[in-house]
């Protein structure tokens, strides 16, 4: 009986909260906005630059889409990265869960402001980019225009 009951109890264990185990995985609700996501895009914050981009790179690994990236300003310390997994993937939007770090020199006394949690990115009439919706600044009351660009 004991025997039985430890089975059980270890079947239990096992398999009862295999939730708990799961990998993470990104909710694709259109497959072609998926395909246009993935691989290496142009990245900017309109106080850097948008004639010097930089590069934002969303990758695919056991299911989970992910993104990393970086704009950096030229002859100053100004800067954005993003990074994060994307949570959802819809036809005109996606949100990620991750952190975004801005360092603009007459922003926020030039001081990095970084933001987490989960944000939105979305695609607005004919653009041919996704656009940070959370745009103010929570470091110093400015809007900010964080894009990513169609490959």
């Excluded at 590069?55 to 993003?82: H, M, P, W």
């Excluded at 944000?119 to 656009?131: L, N, S």
Aim: overall charge positive.
């Amino acid at each position: 009986m004991k025997t039985k009951l430890a089975i059980f109890a270890l079947a239990l264990l096992l398999f009862g909260t295999a939730e708990a185990f799961a990998q993470p995985r990104t909710e694709v609700q259109d497959r072609a906005a998926a395909r246009r996501l993935l691989g290496r895009h142009l990245f900017s914050l309109q106080w850097i630059s948008w004639d010097y981009f930089g590069s934002a790179n969303v990758t695919l690994r056991r299911g989970l889409y992910s993104i990393k990236g970086e704009q950096k300003g030229r002859g100053n310390t100004d800067f954005v990265t993003i990074i994060g997994e994307i949570e959802t993937i819809k036809a005109r939007e996606f949100t990620m869960n991750g952190t975004i770090t801005t360092q603009v020199s007459h922003i926020n006394n030039g001081e990095p402001c970084v933001r987490e949690g989960t944000f939105t990115f979305r695609v607005t009439g004919t653009r041919k980019y996704w656009r940070l919706q959370e745009m103010q600044n929570p470091c110093d009351g400015v809007t900010d225009y964080v894009d990513i660009y169609f490959r």
